[in-house]
């Protein structure tokens, strides 16, 4: 049963335009939720997070949005570049302070195109 | 500021056998956790270390373990290899238990034939 759900495998965009990478999840006791960036033969690099008391947070051409009654998040980058070519992947986390582990999707690959 | 890394970057073992893959946190950082991600899917949490203790662990059986040491390098030991185990393992550190921000090693990939 998959608690973090990304439907869309990849998603292709125009350089410039925006980029909005959608994430589901399940678990009402979510209180925190990560986004990440991977690259082929690197590991995954934490991009930005959000906690249940926001619905936005902003970080530079980042924007996270999170829906708590639709269990919804989301991930807009405005403008898109060719370097945001990568695997993107959403994370939760019921409460890091109880040491709860962190639930990720499967990732949504985006291709940014010239 | 040394980044997360990881050893061996590939391994290939048959089946039955036991592996040891190894990691090197982040300068400073106390805690480290273990992640395995199958193709196509996303990291899935193995367990945690945190000042040499296990702390927390996710659906693995015990023959996945791991120790951590006083310098905060850990180990990821898998015991009687299946081909399921076949897989990129990541490791993480951070600074604190409990902080969000995790630094990833760039990973393992294992194939068990």
């Known amino acids: 049963d998959q608690q973090v759900k990304q439907n869309s495998p990849s998603l292709s965009v125009q350089e410039g335009r925006i980029s909005i990478l959608n994430c589901d999840y399940t678990n009402s006791m979510f209180d925190y939720f990560l986004w990440y960036k991977k690259y082929p033969a690197e590991g995954p690099t934490f991009l930005i997070s959000i906690s249940s008391i926001k619905d936005k947070n902003e970080d530079g051409r980042f924007t996270v949005f999170l829906n708590k009654s639709a269990k919804h998040l989301s991930l807009h980058i405005v403008p898109s570049q060719p370097g945001d070519s990568a695997v993107y992947f959403c994370a939760a986390s019921a409460d890091m302070n109880r040491d709860d582990k962190i639930i990720f999707g499967k990732g949504t690959r985006l291709h940014i195109l010239p | 500021e040394t980044g997360v890394t990881q050893s061996p970057t590939h391994l290939i073992k048959t089946r039955g056998q036991q592996v040891t893959l190894r990691c090197s946190s982040q300068s400073g950082h106390n805690t480290v956790s273990w992640y395995q991600q199958a193709l196509g899917q996303g990291p899935q949490f193995i367990f945690q270390?945190?000042?040499?203790?296990?702390?927390g662990r996710g659906n693995f059986p015990p023959r996945f373990s791991g120790l951590q040491f006083p310098n905060y390098s850990s180990e990821l030991n898998v015991n009687a290899l299946e081909l399921d185990d076949s897989a990129l393992y990541l490791c993480?550190?951070?600074?604190?238990?409990?902080?969000?921000?995790?630094?990833f090693g760039p990973g393992t990939r294992l194939l068990v034939l």
């Open positions: 270390y945190y000042r040499e203790e296990e702390n």
């Open positions: 993480a550190s951070s600074l604190l238990r409990g902080e969000e921000t995790q630094y």
